[in-house]
C-alpha cells in the first residue's frame, strides 16, 4: 500500500464548477499536508499549506483536513480553463525527517 | 525575492558520462529536498539535506548517485555513469524549516542518449 493515494484522473469539469480533488494516506503522523498544481513542463507550485486538521480557505482555494479520515481534499471554486494543470498533494511527518510524500497527481481539465 | 533556481534547465548527457544538477534555495532557506518525476507520475523523493548535512537519502539510488549542500553555493545532485533510465525530470525544492511550505525550481530534464 502506498503512503498517499490519489486519483490519477484525468477530471473534467465544465468552467464554473465546483472541483474537489482528494487524497488518502495511511501514516496517522502526518502532520503537515500541501497542495501543489503543476503545468506541463513546469515546477509544482504551492496552492495551500495547512498543519494538522481543519479548513484553510484562500481565494477560490479551499483546504480540508480529516486525520480522523486520514483524508485531505482540496476544493477549486467557480474553476476556470486555466486551472487545467496536473494537482498534486503533499505530506510530512512530525517523526522522522520531514521529508515530504506526494500522491501521484489528479490531471484536471476545465472545459470552457 | 528570487525563487528556487535550478540550472541547467535541459541537460543531454551520454551514457557513461556524469550529470551534475544545481539548485540555489530561496533566500533564507537552509532545507534543500531533490526529488525524480517521470512522465505521469507523481514526484519520487530522493534526499533531503540541509547545510553541509545530509538529513535523509533514503529515496537515492546506493550507486550512482549522490548529493551535496555546501556552506557555500548551490546543492549539487551528482549522477555518475548515467543510464538511459536515469532520463527524468529532477526537482529541487527548498523551506526555511523542516516540516514547513516548500516551494520547487522549474526542475532539470535530464535526457540520456
Known amino acids: 500500500q502506498k503512503e498517499v493515494e490519489q486519483d490519477p484522473g484525468p477530471l473534467s469539469v465544465p468552467e464554473g464548477a465546483i472541483v474537489s480533488l482528494n487524497c488518502t494516506y495511511s501514516?496517522?503522523?502526518?502532520?503537515?499536508f500541501m497542495w501543489y498544481r503543476q503545468y506541463s513542463r513546469k515546477g509544482p507550485e504551492l496552492l495551500m499549506y495547512?498543519?494538522?486538521?481543519g479548513n484553510k480557505e484562500d481565494g477560490r482555494f479551499t483546504a480540508q483536513v480529516d486525520k480522523s479520515s486520514k483524508y485531505i481534499s482540496l476544493f477549486i471554486r467557480d474553476s476556470q480553463p486555466s486551472d487545467s494543470a496536473t494537482y498534486l498533494c503533499?505530506?510530512?511527518?512530525?517523526?522522522?525527517?520531514?521529508?515530504?510524500?506526494f500522491g501521484t497527481g489528479t490531471r484536471l481539465k476545465v472545459l470552457a | 525575492n528570487a525563487g528556487v533556481m535550478q540550472n541547467p534547465r535541459h541537460l543531454v548527457r551520454r551514457r557513461g558520462q556524469e550529470a551534475r544538477l544545481r539548485c540555489s534555495p530561496m533566500?533564507?532557506?537552509?532545507?534543500v529536498y531533490w526529488y525524480r518525476q517521470l512522465p505521469e507520475e507523481g514526484l519520487k523523493f530522493m534526499v533531503y539535506?540541509?547545510?553541509?548535512?545530509?538529513?535523509?537519502e533514503s529515496g537515492m539510488p546506493k550507486e550512482r548517485f549522490s548529493a551535496e549542500f555546501p556552506k557555500e553555493g548551490p546543492s549539487i545532485l551528482r549522477i555518475q555513469q548515467v543510464v538511459r533510465g536515469d532520463s527524468a525530470a529532477y526537482f529541487c525544492?527548498?523551506?526555511?524549516?523542516?516540516?514547513?511550505?516548500?516551494?520547487f525550481g522549474q526542475g532539470t530534464r535530464l535526457t540520456v542518449v
Open positions: 503533499a505530506m510530512s511527518s512530525t517523526s522522522g525527517t520531514y521529508k515530504y510524500i
Open positions: 525544492a527548498s523551506s526555511p524549516y523542516s516540516g514547513t511550505e516548500a516551494f
Open positions: 533566500k533564507g532557506h537552509s532545507h
Open positions: 539535506l540541509q547545510k553541509e548535512n545530509i538529513i535523509d
Open positions: 495547512t498543519y494538522s486538521s
Open positions: 501514516n496517522s503522523a502526518f502532520q503537515y
